[in-house]
């Protein structure tokens, strides 16, 4: 389990917002919304250990993140909403080194074979500043399914730049890693159908984050 206890954020000498205190549990997703600035972005990076909160703690298994750290980011992908891709680096090289500094072990064969199942089969070669926006996407996103991902994901706007058939397959993926015991925190402008009984939503907005 991720636990949020009573976090508070700041932004400069302003709260963003205090008082969040809530669980995600396996099989579950929580959907974070609120309107922009309201610190949507800046929660999910307290909930990665990226930012240290003003007050409060994020637990996992009931030890602080910021105790376990290495050990925590094994179970742990975060995707932020901008595609941090080294454009000097092939589509292949960008998911085998991302994935390896996060503490994952990957193969070429592996990161080939996600890259295709994403669509990019026959471009895991060239280098990422050739790649359109929607494609530089899909290489970050490759990560989500290489083999025996981690259990907690959590993505920024992951359907950014996507065209409808990504959207709905990317849908497909986040649905299937909760059905199978995984944990996803996101923030999104689309329309996600999960299954009622395993969605949770946090809205951050007048200072607080709050789950309804």
Same mark, same amino acid.
């Given at each position: 389990?991720?636990?949020?206890?009573?976090?508070?954020?700041?932004?400069?000498?302003?709260?963003?917002?205090?008082?969040?205190?809530?669980?995600?549990?396996?099989?579950?997703?929580?959907?974070?919304?609120?309107?922009?600035?309201?610190?949507?972005?800046?929660?999910?990076?307290?909930?990665?250990?990226?930012?240290?909160?003003?007050?409060?703690?994020?637990?996992?298994?009931?030890?602080?993140?910021?105790?376990?750290?290495?050990?925590?980011?094994?179970?742990?992908?975060?995707?932020?909403? /901008? @595609?941090?891709?080294?454009?000097? &680096?092939?589509?292949? *090289?960008? !998911?085998?080194?991302?994935?390896?500094?996060? #503490?994952?072990?990957?193969?070429?064969?592996?990161?080939? /074979? @996600?890259?295709?199942?994403?669509? &990019?089969?026959?471009? *895991?070669? !060239?280098?990422?500043?050739?790649?359109?926006? #929607?494609?530089?996407?899909?290489?970050?996103?490759?990560?989500?399914?290489?083999?025996?991902?981690?259990?907690?994901?959590?993505?920024?706007?992951?359907?950014?730049?996507?065209?409808?058939?990504?959207?709905?397959?990317?849908?497909?993926?986040?649905?299937?890693?909760?059905?199978?015991?995984?944990?996803?925190?996101?923030?999104?402008?689309?329309?996600?159908?999960?299954?009622?009984?395993?969605?949770?939503?946090?809205?951050?907005?007048?200072?607080?984050?709050?789950?309804?």
């Amino acid at each position: 389990m991720l636990a949020v206890k009573d976090l508070t954020c700041m932004r400069g000498d302003r709260p963003l917002f205090s008082g969040a205190t809530f669980a995600i549990a396996a099989g579950q997703a929580i959907y974070v919304t609120g309107a922009n600035g309201a610190g949507k972005t800046s929660l999910l990076r307290l909930m990665c250990g990226l930012a240290s909160p003003e007050h409060g703690e994020i637990l996992w298994g009931g030890e602080s993140i910021g105790k376990l750290r290495e050990e925590f980011s094994r179970h742990l992908i975060y995707l932020g909403h /901008a @595609a941090a891709l080294k454009d000097e &680096l092939t589509a292949c *090289e960008n !998911l085998v080194i991302g994935a390896t500094l996060s #503490g994952h072990s990957v193969s070429r064969q592996q990161a080939l /074979a @996600a890259l295709q199942w994403m669509g &990019l089969g026959g471009r *895991e070669d !060239l280098p990422a500043r050739v790649l359109s926006q #929607g494609q530089r996407r899909r290489v970050n996103l490759a990560r989500l399914v290489l083999p025996a991902p981690p259990q907690l994901w959590v993505l920024d706007e992951p359907f950014n730049a996507l065209d409808i058939k990504a959207v709905e397959q990317l849908r497909q993926i986040m649905v299937g890693h909760v059905e199978a015991g995984g944990m996803i925190v996101y923030t999104t402008h689309n329309e996600v159908a999960f299954p009622a009984s395993r969605l949770r939503q946090v809205v951050v907005e007048s200072g607080r984050a709050s789950l309804c």
